[in-house]
C-alpha cells in the first residue's frame, strides 16, 4: 500500500533484498497483481522483462498463488512435476515479450588476465602478455 500511496503523490520508492531477487520481486509482483490487475503470471513475465534475474523462492510463489487466488478467485501459476519435484510452471516456460535477445554463447570464451601481488592485495590487468585463461561453458540438457 505504501508503494502505491508514493506513487499516487509523485514520490518514488525503492524495494529492494540483498540480491534483489526473491524477496523485493515477490513485493513488487504483489503490487502488480494488486494494483496494476495484472495476473501473478502476467505480473512475473513483466518483472522479469525489467530484471531478467529475478526468480521468487518456491514459498514466496506459493504465497503469491494464494493471494492471487484471494484477489481473482482462481490462479494462473501452477506448480509442475519434473525430475527436480514441484517447480512453479512459470520457470519452465518464457513469455516471448520477457526474453531479452541473447547472444550465442561462444564454445570457448577468453579472458586476458596478469595477476600481481602486493601486500596481500591481488590486481588484475587485462592488458596481459601472459597466456589467456580459457574457460568452457557447460551446457545443461
Known amino acids: 500500500d505504501r508503494i502505491h500511496q508514493n506513487i499516487q503523490q509523485g514520490k518514488k520508492t525503492l524495494v ?3 540480491v534483489g531477487r526473491s524477496r ?3 513485493i513488487i509482483l504483489a ?3 494488486k494494483y496494476q490487475q495484472m495476473s501473478l503470471r502476467e505480473a512475473f513475465y513483466y518483472l522479469r522483462s525489467r ?3 529475478i526468480g521468487p523462492n518456491f514459498g514466496f510463489i506459493k504465497q503469491l498463488i494464494s ?3 484471494s484477489l481473482t478467485g482462481y490462479t494462473t501459476v501452477s506448480f509442475v512435476n519434473t525430475s527436480f519435484g ?3 510452471d512459470i520457470y519452465l516456460t518464457t513469455s516471448a515479450s520477457s526474453t531479452r535477445p541473447r547472444r550465442p554463447m561462444p564454445s570457448t570464451t577468453t579472458v586476458p588476465v596478469q595477476t600481481t601481488t602486493t601486500n596481500n592485495t591481488i590486481s ?3 592488458s596481459s602478455t601472459k597466456p589467456a585463461l580459457s574457460f568452457s561453458p557447460v ?3
Do not use: D, G, W
Request: glycine content about 0%.
Open 86 to 88: 514441484a517447480v512453479p
Open 124 to 126: 588484475r590487468s587485462r
Open 51 to 53: 530484471r531478467h534475474i
Open 16 to 18: 529492494h533484498c540483498y
Open 67 to 69: 493471494y492471487e487466488r
Open 24 to 26: 523485493s520481486a515477490s
Open 139 to 141: 551446457r545443461s540438457t
Open 31 to 33: 503490487y502488480l497483481m
